[in-house]
């Protein structure tokens, strides 16, 4: 991934060997082997319908439909999986830094994050996540004062 993103700056975008541009259409390769080998294996180790097909990502993905209702294919579902790891390589990275910033700035907020944690149980539940006033209250206000992702402004 990473071979994959310098190679995105390169100034050349002509497929010389060595040069990173080329190592990057090598590493996108790569990874878009690995992508289909991951559909394959998911299709084949949960059916249409399954509980993993509409309760995660991968199933949503591989079970999903196009707008006239047909399946996607392999290289449909492929360019929607790049598609995520991109965006969320990118915005989970602005909110580390954000949310590493805000926390060494504000202690106080950082103590009763800690304080909340502790208190969760084990293993962690997907509700008392949902539900933690603190951290969703930081969370909400870090992505509110610095957001992950660009904003664009419709002109009117």
């Given at each position: ?6 190679g995105l700056i390169s ?146």
């Amino acid at each position: 991934f990473v071979i994959w993103f310098r190679g995105l700056i390169s100034p050349t975008t002509w497929r010389i060997p060595g040069t990173a541009f080329a190592k990057a259409m090598d590493a996108r390769s790569r990874i878009l082997d690995n992508f289909e080998y991951l559909i394959n294996k998911f299709k084949a180790e949960q059916t249409d319908g399954s509980e993993s097909e509409l309760k995660s990502l991968m199933g949503r993905l591989c079970y999903g439909k196009d707008e006239n209702g047909d399946p996607l294919s392999i290289e449909d579902l492929k360019d929607n999986m790049v598609l995520i790891v991109f965006a969320g390589h990118d915005t989970t990275f602005a909110s580390l830094g954000s949310a590493l910033h805000y926390l060494s700035v504000y202690p106080e907020i950082h103590d009763a994050l800690e304080n909340e944690i502790k208190s969760f149980k084990d293993p962690l539940d997907f509700d008392e996540l949902k539900n933690a006033p603190v951290l969703n209250a930081f969370l909400t206000e870090m992505w509110r004062m610095d957001p992950p992702a660009a904003r664009a402004q419709r002109k009117v």
